[in-house]
């Protein structure tokens, strides 16, 4: 337990990460979860992180409201015609210098299970999942 308290974001994070555009359509975002079976992608435009777009975010897509309820669209409509930029969330980032404990703190306060992790710049240099802080804690 002792190298989680004093390990950093850098020694956990995932390196290798895949992001997606803001314009990607909803299907295409929807294969990205089932093939990676990831929580969340990063979304990038021109190279700038701009948000994220968890599996949370693209259950929001399909919100039916008002005279919708009445006549609801079919899934494959939506599906094709949203994009990413119609749901993405703002972003909440870590650093890789930001001790493990505090990544485990900003998650059990906030639900959120994935953090992407930002140079000094603000560049994309990785992500940190839950899933990371489970392996890095069971390697105790």
Known sequence: MQNFVNGKVENG????VITVHPDMSIHD???LFDEYQFNMFPVLENKE???IVSQYDFLKAFIVFGTDLRNPRPYENIAQERTIRHIFS?????RAWHPLTYVLELMAQSSIHSFPVVDDDKQLVGVISRRDLIRLLKSQ
């Open 13 to 16: 994070m995932t390196r290798n």
């Open 29 to 31: 975002l929807e294969l």
């Open 49 to 51: 992180l701009i948000g």
């Open 90 to 94: 703002q972003l909440v980032t870590v």
